[in-house]
């Protein structure tokens, strides 16, 4: 009975885990301090001005790709790219549109 409890414990842990994360990355870009952070909710990912889908996930990396319309937001970029390497705990972002783009920005990050 306690070996039943205890695969339990250790197989609920495993599936929350791997459908709930968080990724927090600070990153400091012309000496100014920012922070991109993203949660995972299943197959989505979450952050403070909108939703992230995952374009591509592998053992070592997640690729999430978010979309703004032009029309909302003239003359900035339209669509956000962003890397997340798992095995280095770091991430990569940048905005893309015409006829603008922004500069890509890197930092470490804390998963939980």
Known sequence: MRQILIF???FTSFI???DAET???PYTFKDKKG???VKR???IFTDRTGMYTIHQETNDYIVLIETYPHDNIPDSPSVFL???DKRKKGMSMVGLGY???TAIIRGICSIF
């Open 16 to 18: 929350f885990k791997a």
């Open 82 to 84: 962003l890397y997340l």
């Open 35 to 37: 922070i991109v952070e």
């Open 23 to 25: 990724w927090s990355c």
């Open 8 to 10: 339990l414990i250790i």
């Open 41 to 43: 909710k299943g197959n």
């Open 99 to 101: 006829p603008t783009s």
